[in-house]
T-cell receptor, first 113, second 112 residues
């Protein structure tokens, strides 16, 4: 089945540790995105990538890093520099960059204590 | 002011009722999405539209580009429709060009 997978669904970390969230897609989509969702707020764009080996900062990139070494994979690292890392993180992909429909993964809920 | 505003924020309905969720936006757009997020967190795309009206089963989405307004209607609502409905637009100017700008969502609860 084609789709987007994110793992794990729940992730717990101690403050000060870096953590990497996985996002894989087998839809052959060029573009991939990372969003953050906080209670009472709309999704906010962290990073996006239109093609392999290229990515751009979104609205809230500080404290995060990404890589796009393969078309299928777009991992997000939440670094210790991110002041409020506890949130729900959603990955998405799109076949045509920003102009097409986006397909979302199931999300990872990160809790940092 | 948020670029994408949804109303109402919360909506409770009885099974069978006709439901309308509204979305207004203040930026130039190339298209608008309606998304559904279930309690588990996963998001499903319901519609992408840039003009007129689209229908899928009991769901209808309309958009008025001149008025910068879209509505999502659910006919004969059912408890399984309970979810958060999110409006998102694809901006065509500035830093958000080509990327989705999201509303905060409307939480719908349909009682049996």
């Amino acid at each position: 089945d084609g789709g987007i997978t994110q793992s794990p669904k729940y992730l717990f970390r101690k403050e000060g540790q870096n953590v990497t969230l996985s996002c894989e897609q087998n839809l052959n989509h060029d573009a991939m995105y990372w969003y953050r969702q906080d209670p009472g707020q709309g999704l906010r764009l962290i990073y996006y990538s239109q093609i392999v080996n290229d990515f751009q900062k979104g609205d809230i990139a500080e404290g995060y890093s990404v890589s796009r070494e393969k078309k299928e994979s777009f991992p997000l690292t939440v670094t210790s520099a991110q002041k409020n890392p506890t949130a729900f993180y959603l990955c998405a992909s799109s076949p045509f960059g920003g102009e097409g429909e986006q397909y979302f993964g199931p999300g990872t809920r990160l809790t940092v204590t | 002011k948020n670029e994408v505003e949804q109303s109402p924020q919360n909506l409770t309905a009885q099974e069978g009722e006709f439901i309308t969720i509204n979305c207004s936006y203040s930026v130039g757009i190339s298209a608008l999405h309606w998304l559904q997020q279930h309690p588990g967190g996963g998001i499903v795309s319901l519609f992408m539209l840039s003009s007129g009206k689209k229908k899928h089963g009991r769901l209808i989405a309309t958009i008025n580009i001149q008025e910068k307004h879209s509505s999502l209607h659910i006919t004969a609502s059912h408890p399984r429709d309970s979810a958060v409905y999110i409006c998102a637009v694809i901006g065509i100017y500035g830093g958000s060009q080509g990327n989705l700008i999201f509303g905060k969502g409307t939480k719908l609860s349909v009682k049996p």
